[in-house]
């Protein structure tokens, strides 16, 4: 599974592993229980090393 880097929003800065199918589109849509929040892929698209390892930088979208 890929790692995502939150970037602002209720994530800052968490680091999980996405389903490769959850990023099919641009947009990545928490709804709960414990966060809610769009982020969306940088652009142009970034990685980040992370102690759990390389992860793509995703961005709070408002």
Do not use: C, K, N
Not at 27 to 46: C, E, I, N, S
């Amino acid at each position: 599974m890929p790692l995502i880097l939150h970037w602002g929003g209720p994530r800052h800065r968490e680091v999980d592993d996405v389903p490769a199918e959850q990023l099919a589109s641009s947009l990545l849509v928490y709804d709960g229980p414990r966060w809610f929040g769009v982020y969306q892929r940088a652009d142009p698209v970034q990685h980040r090393t992370t102690p759990q390892g390389s992860a793509e930088v995703w961005l709070a979208r408002e």
